[in-house]
């Protein structure tokens, strides 16, 4: 059975740093586009960012560019998310997933291009 198991998530203020974490068991992901995804109540789920299968391209959403990062470690972890200056407005489920490229495209963004998924961490940033 193939897995994907988010950590990290929590209660913090505003301004703090969270690091989310992604395992996966079942099979390898190495050569697989990992993505991270979160979703509010009440709101659609929608992309945050996504790192090529050699982690050598990366792609971040506005609402997060310049203080999250994503990035993989192919040996311990499939992927991580450095969360920096977190706001309210980031409260959500973050969703690590995985998709297959046929390597014409770096990453992928949109919810439907990623075959597995976690099942979720919560990060709750208070104001």
């Known amino acids: 059975q193939v897995t994907l198991v988010e950590s990290g998530g929590g209660l913090v203020q505003a301004g703090d740093s969270l690091r989310l974490s992604c395992a996966a068991s079942g099979r390898s992901f190495n050569s697989y586009v990992m993505g991270w995804f979160r979703q509010a109540p009440g709101k659609e789920r929608e992309f945050v960012a996504a790192?090529?299968?050699?982690?050598?391209?990366?792609y971040y959403a506005e609402s997060v560019k310049g203080r999250f990062t994503i990035s993989r470690d192919n040996v311990k972890e499939p992927v991580y998310l450095q969360m920096n200056s977190l706001k309210a407005e980031d409260t959500a489920v973050y969703f690590c997933?995985?998709?297959?490229?046929?390597?014409?495209?770096?990453?992928?963004?949109?919810?439907?291009?990623?075959?597995?998924w976690g099942q979720g961490t919560q990060v709750t940033v208070s104001s």
């Open positions: 790192i090529s299968w050699s982690g050598g391209y990366r």
């Open positions: 997933a995985a998709g297959s490229t046929d390597g014409s495209i770096a990453v992928l963004t949109h919810s439907y291009e990623y075959t597995y």
